[in-house]
């Protein structure tokens, strides 16, 4: 199927070039980006998870006394 597309004059350039650079022609470039873009954007769509999809974390206990949690208590476990 033919179809016609407006671009502006820098991204028809840089499309230009990068198709000369691969050895290419516009058209095979065009419809490999195309189906890229279709392919990436069903995938992200796919992927979408909901909050309730989450994982949660459960909470630990502390391997460190609560009075350590202090200024003080965090400065003396890091002198040796």
Known sequence: MR???ELPDSLFARLKARAATEGVS?????????EEGLIA???SQGNSRSA????????RPLAIAAEQLSNA????????
């Not at 516009?26 to 195309?34: E, F, H, I, S």
């Not at 309730?52 to 909470?59: K, R, S, V, Y």
């Not at 208590?73 to 040796?80: D, I, K, M, N, R």
């Open 26 to 34: 516009m058209k095979q470039l065009l419809q490999r980006y195309v």
């Open 73 to 80: 208590g965090l400065f003396s476990l890091l002198e040796p």
């Open 52 to 59: 309730e999809a989450l994982p949660t974390l459960q909470p």
């Open 41 to 43: 954007s069903a995938t």
């Open 3 to 5: 179809t016609s597309l």
